[in-house]
């Protein structure tokens, strides 16, 4: 910035002027010599222009302002000096941002102060010696009134309001251009130096350092900062241009990088989201179309037929209703680390990121091999994040001593595990998969000793894999005894369904720490009691216990679920999390972060569509636009105080309008009705609130936890939080502690006792675990359950997608294991339907939005779907069968109505495909095994579900098994036969015959039967090629015939087999010579 004059300011807390002269022997050289003028915003240093002069931000009051801070303000920022609002005008070299059109297009001080241009030395034409153009005294006359009994002044004149230590002075610049950096004071003469505004309409002592208003106004602005941003305390800065002791504050809201919010929203560019809508909006009008031909030209001949097609098709479109408006709004989010830490991880201070407990659920250790699950635990060992705010808890519903056994092996080995990761910031840092991976591992690798400690590391992995083994080789005879452990106790689960609970520390108390002597994160084994007679909820009732256990322990304010399978793919992956619930903006509301599953092992085509992608990169991304994901069971970060069933906070609404914006006439027409029918709504809403109100406090408590107790209210007492807590009055007590806490002064002796009573088989009764706290019974899917019951009380959750996914887990892979998984979660679907918290009918006047509720519709009802499905598809067949058709003879116009509607479906992917990032292999394998799973087991989840609800008769929980490393894609070919391969296998064969007819049949009938045949011949083959990746897994592998060559082999075969029969070689094509006998055959 080049003035043509100079900029006088003074510090903020030292007795000291800084005079910036523009004379060339006269430059200040380096910050230093400014009398550490510091930035107030991120506390670095002002920089020097190449004028020599200092940078000046703000032309009004000067406040200091470093360069990037002022660069970042107008592009990101509200483009506005913080201390006086004024609007930053923009500098010579800086971008312009919108507005800047509206200025001047040189410097402002060249104007203001009106003067001409500088000569090639920097002197400014003076009228006389003694002043200058703007009539300021001199040095001379200055210095006279210089008076070192007076303390520093502001803008000539002394403030009472301020101390003499604190003043600071602004010194007009000299005619002779001298510098000086000095204290100074003014003398009381009555011709002292009167101050002149930059602006001459403005009174200076509005505004500027010590003036007397500054102090009323800091506090006003540091009001309205606080209330703007919403940000959390932060411990005020140590810099050395601070003003005064009322700016180190901690509660003083730097307007820094950190101040920031930590996430921000990226909506679906417009020009692939609107064309997206438009499709949507004019396939909503062919479906209208569509549906007026088919309902008003009915088949008259094949009535049964056109009235199961149209009873089906009416179907499909509400279920495609259901499905498409939940995806009108897709956002992405971004997440900002770096702010994450600078908020939260102060250089030279503890860090202030929130705790988090990590849950790990197992439960057959033969189906779920312990190297997988110790992988996922040495991964979240391993995590970037502080190792004293980590708590990893193995949950093991089976009561296994392999997994005890597994997991004490693993605690060894992560002590040589874990400072390898960190120190090589490795990923990922699961060793079996980072080992594995087909990669350069010396990319990005500069430490001359990694190759040979990954080296020793990978040796000391593979015996760890040799021991763990061993382990699962000797697991596979149980004694008839049932297990012992070292020193000869019967392991107290050698009886699965009736053992006591068990809890076992490994990793985080005093002594154990790894083999550089740093700490390690807390890792525990939790097994709770079971006994015969008690219903333990399967999945939900284990997640339950580990939160009444952590919170005795740890009680972190945040939760992390994996499956054993699911290991932390990316090490920053609870960063990326805490930068959602810890924004002070967005984070109070979010009850749970969700992340998308990514798999390993899968084949390269995804043959049954394991990796889900459409799922969860684009229906997902459409609900984080409307209220948040639903949560899919693993990989997702709660608020514990959200699980405990608690109301999100409530939102302040923007004052609406008065009878004071109004005509009176209008007032006393409807203000009464308006009064009661308001006064109506707000006692519904207070009932509402009533029956699920938060419990906040205890009477009989009052310190001895770390953490905040909110407020009590006076309703509430002992008895109403134990009823539904449950007895434990430490573990109620830590509920009460929103930010989380642990007890003080409790022996560990009767925290144990605590923890183990949390955990017992008979303490959830008469509670209201699994009704309004914690993960929700009912259904076998509890992960949707819980979800839903989240929303409907008003949290809203996020979606986070990082660059680099943040978890990753192991598929079943082949069709049988597929089938079964898709089983269960239709089963559990189901079960939601037909109870009392379905959401057709369940959560109305609380929080659930309407898109939001429509998808959760969709994600129960879904199952329903396999009945006119598998209806829709023996349609082909049968008209292939019997020469009829399901549609009459189509017109001109019916011919345009088909051809736009199918248009529109093929548009509508397409453009679904282009916004969210999904590669037409996936969306189409999606497509085909939306119809395999809805003819198999979508199909047998719907009686089973209805058997298990009205019938009383339930049905086995069935894990799917995860495979070791047996070979590449070993399982995918493995056939195992199973009851849900029968409807589909039907319908594969009877459309293949169907085909073989109708071509058999067209061949014997002649040409006119052909174009009749398409139609139909279409209609089959679409099912047909749906079901091919099913013809595939029926087949199994082939090694020497490719399968597609073997099937088109058979039908090739079938149809020319029947032409040769029709062609008839033998018999001559006029038909058969006939030879005159002699004989009259007119004769009687």
Not at 148 to 162: M, R, S
Not at 298 to 315: K, Q, R
Not at 892 to 910: E, Q
Not at 1016 to 1034: E, M, N, S
Request: charged letters at 25%.
């Amino acid at each position: 910035m080049n003035t043509g004059g100079r900029l006088v300011a003074g510090s903020h807390n030292r007795n000291e002027l800084v005079l910036i002269n523009a004379e060339e022997n006269g430059k200040i050289k380096s910050v230093q010599e400014l009398s550490g003028q510091i930035c107030q915003i991120c506390g670095d240093e002002i920089e020097i222009m190449d004028q020599g002069e200092i940078f000046v931000a703000c032309n009004e009051c000067a406040f200091p302002i470093c360069r990037p801070c002022y660069e970042y303000e107008r592009l990101e920022g509200n483009q506005a000096c913080p201390q006086c609002k004024t609007r930053f005008k923009r500098i010579r070299g800086s971008p312009r941002v919108e507005g800047d059109e509206e200025e001047v297009q040189t410097d402002d001080l060249d104007k203001e102060f009106g003067y001409k241009d500088s000569d090639a030395s920097g002197q400014q034409p003076t009228s006389d010696s003694n002043s200058n153009t703007c009539g300021i005294p001199t040095n001379s006359e200055q210095d006279a009134h210089l008076n070192p009994k007076i303390p520093l002044l502001t803008y000539g004149e002394e403030d009472p309001d301020i101390s003499s230590d604190r003043h600071a002075l602004i010194v007009p610049p000299y005619s002779n251009n001298g510098s000086r950096v000095h204290p100074m004071s003014y003398t009381d003469q009555p011709n002292s130096l009167k101050p002149k505004s930059m602006v001459q309409g403005k009174d200076i002592a509005v505004y500027g350092y010590g003036s007397v208003a500054w102090k009323y106004r800091m506090e006003e602005w540091k009001r309205r900062q606080n209330e703007k941003f919403q940000v959390v305390n932060l411990e005020g800065s140590n810099h050395s241009g601070n003003f005064g002791d009322e700016l180190d504050d901690p509660d003083f809201p730097m307007m820094d990088e950190g101040r920031q919010p930590l996430s921000r929203k990226i909506p679906i560019p417009s020009s692939k989201i609107n064309p997206y809508r438009i499709i949507i909006i004019l396939r909503l009008v062919i479906l209208g179309l569509f549906f007026h031909y088919r309902i008003l030209h009915p088949v008259n001949d094949a009535f049964g037929l056109w009235l199961t097609s149209v009873i089906c098709e009416i179907w499909f479109a509400v279920s495609w209703i259901m499905d498409q408006f939940p995806k009108w709004c897709p956002i992405v989010r971004e997440t900002y680390l770096d702010r994450l830490s600078l908020r939260y991880e102060k250089e030279g201070k503890p860090s202030e990121l929130s705790s988090v407990d990590v849950f790990v659920s197992t439960v057959d250790p033969l189906k779920e091999p312990p190297l997988i699950t110790a992988n996922t635990v040495l991964s979240i060992l391993a995590v970037d994040y502080p190792v004293d705010k980590v708590a990893c808890y193995v949950s093991d519903d089976g009561a296994a001593m392999l997994t005890f056994e597994a997991l004490s092996e693993t605690s060894e080995f992560a002590r040589r595990w874990v400072p390898f990761c960190k120190k090589y910031s490795i990923e990922p840092r699961a060793p079996e998969w980072y080992f594995n991976q087909k990669m350069d591992y010396l990319k990005n690798k500069v430490h001359p000793a990694f190759v040979k400690e990954r080296r020793e590391m990978k040796r000391e992995y593979e015996e760890f894999k040799v021991r763990i083994n061993s382990l699962v080789a000797t697991a596979q005879k149980v004694p008839e005894d049932g297990w012992t452990m070292q020193d000869g106790t019967p392991w107290p689960g050698n009886n699965v369904r009736d053992h006591p609970g068990m809890i076992q520390v490994f990793l985080g108390h005093d002594g154990v720490r790894d083999i550089e002597g740093n700490e390690l994160p807390r890792l525990l084994y939790v097994s709770r009691e079971k006994r015969p007679g008690f219903d333990h909820h399967k999945k939900a009732g284990a997640m339950n216990s580990l939160i009444r256990v952590s919170s005795i322990i740890s009680n972190a304010p945040y939760l992390l679920n994996v499956d054993c399978d699911h290991y932390i793919n990316n090490s920053k992956a609870l960063r990326e999390a805490m930068c959602f619930m810890m924004d002070p903006q967005l984070g109070k509301k979010v009850c749970y972060v969700q992340f998308p599953q990514r798999f390993d092992g899968i084949d390269r085509h995804d043959r049954y569509s394991n990796r889900n992608v459409v799922f969860f990169d684009i229906n997902m991304k459409g609900l984080d636009g409307i209220q948040g994901p639903i949560y899919v069971g693993t990989g997702c970060v709660f608020r514990r105080y959200a699980l405990y069933g608690y109301d999100a906070p409530a939102k302040k609404k923007s004052p609406s309008k008065t009878c004071n914006c109004w005509p009176r006439w209008c007032c006393l027409c409807c203000g009464s009705r308006k009064k009661k029918n308001g006064s109506t709504k707000e006692r519904k809403k207070v009932k509402h609130r009533d029956s699920s109100r938060q419990i906040h406090a205890l009477e009989n408590i009052e310190n001895g936890f770390q953490g905040t107790i909110v407020d009590k209210p006076s309703n509430l007492t002992q008895m109403k939080l134990e009823k539904r807590f449950g007895q434990s009055p430490v573990f109620v007590a830590s509920t009460l502690l929103e930010n989380g806490g642990v007890p003080l002064g409790i022996s560990p002796a009767s925290l144990l006792n605590e923890a183990i009573q949390v955990i017992s088989c008979g303490y959830e009764d008469k509670t209201e675990w699994g009704k309004e706290v914690g993960w929700i019974y009912g259904s076998v899917t509890e992960d949707i359950l819980t979800g839903f019951k989240m929303h409907c009380h008003g949290w809203r959750s996020v979606y986070c997608i990082p660059n680099r996914p943040a978890f990753k887990g192991s598929a079943p892979i082949n069709l049988s294991d597929r089938l079964h998984q898709v089983l269960r979660w239709a089963l559990g679907s189901v079960e939601i339907l037909l109870s009392k918290h379905c959401p057709i009918w369940y959560g109305y006047g609380g929080g659930l939005k309407w898109l939001e509720r429509f998808s959760y519709i969709n994600s129960v009802v879904y199952p329903l779907t396999s009945i006119p499905l598998i209806a829709y598809c023996t349609l082909p067949a049968i008209c292939l069968l019997t020469g009829k058709f399901i549609v009459p003879e189509i017109s001109n116009y019916a011919s345009i109505v088909f051809m736009a509607l199918f248009i529109s479906i093929a548009a509508t992917g397409i453009l679904e495909m282009q916004w969210g990032g999904v590669g037409i292999d996936d969306w189409w394998r999606n497509e085909q095994f939306w119809v395999i799973g809805g003819a198999s087991s979508h199909l047998f989840a719907l009686f089973q579900g209805l058997l298990k609800v009205l019938g009383g008769v339930d049905t086995n929980f069935t894990v799917t098994s995860k495979a070791a490393d047996d070979g590449e894609f070993s399982e995918l070919y493995i056939f195992k036969w199973t009851s849900l391969l029968i409807p589909p296998t039907t319908l594969l064969i009877i459309n293949i015959v169907g085909v073989v007819v109708g071509i058999s049949d067209a061949i014997n009938n002649g040409y006119d039967s052909w174009g009749p045949l398409f139609g139909r011949l279409f209609f089959a083959l679409w099912v047909i090629l749906h079901l091919y990746p099913f013809l595939k897994g029926l087949l199994g592998k082939q090694d020497r015939m490719p399968t597609i060559v073997l099937v088109w082999s058979i039908l090739l075969a079938s149809i020319l087999t029947l032409m040769w029969v029709r062609v008839n070689p033998f018999v001559s094509r006029d038909g058969p010579v006939l030879e005159i006998c002699g004989l009259n055959c007119d004769d009687t």
